[in-house]
């Protein structure tokens, strides 16, 4: 039997009270002291103070990116370019680049929806999306 002072594990003893535990809860209580002690070293070396649940805004500014004018307009940019290279494909293959793609359906769907083979799907979706890259290499 171990003689531990209940005051350096609970934070709510605010006078020392003595208690005779067994050893390996002694043990287990010493353990989890010193997780906690490099826990804190952890978060005060790696400079994490700040709780993302405390209703401080942090976690709102740290989620949500606000995107400058620049940004807006590079996207806006880079989606007419991808859209003109969807465009420029066969009907039927960019009907399936935009289902596979764009929807995120598999090969299988596509293919049973269609009545055609999944291989067949395949490889137009393949050869639509190397079209795309040659259509944006050379109009980039």
């Not at 940004?71 to 003109?84: A, Y």
Request: hydrophobic share 30%; net charge negative; proline share 3%.
């Amino acid at each position: 039997m171990t003689t531990i002072n209940l005051k350096d594990f609970y934070s709510w003893y605010t006078t020392n009270e003595y208690i005779e535990v067994p050893d390996e809860v002694a043990e287990e209580l010493k353990a989890d002291k010193r997780y906690e002690a490099a826990y804190s070293s952890r978060v005060r070396y790696h400079k994490a103070y700040y709780s993302l649940d405390c209703d401080d805004g942090i976690e709102y500014s740290a989620c949500l990116h606000e995107p400058s004018p620049q940004e807006l307009l590079e996207r806006k940019e880079r989606f007419f370019h991808l859209w003109n290279a969807l465009n420029s494909l066969p009907e039927i293959q960019g009907r399936r680049v935009d289902a596979h793609l764009i929807l995120g359906k598999t090969y299988r769907e596509i293919g049973h929806e269609e009545g055609v083979d999944k291989s067949a799907v395949r490889r137009s979706v393949l050869c639509g999306i190397e079209a795309m890259k040659k259509y944006l290499r050379k109009n980039l």
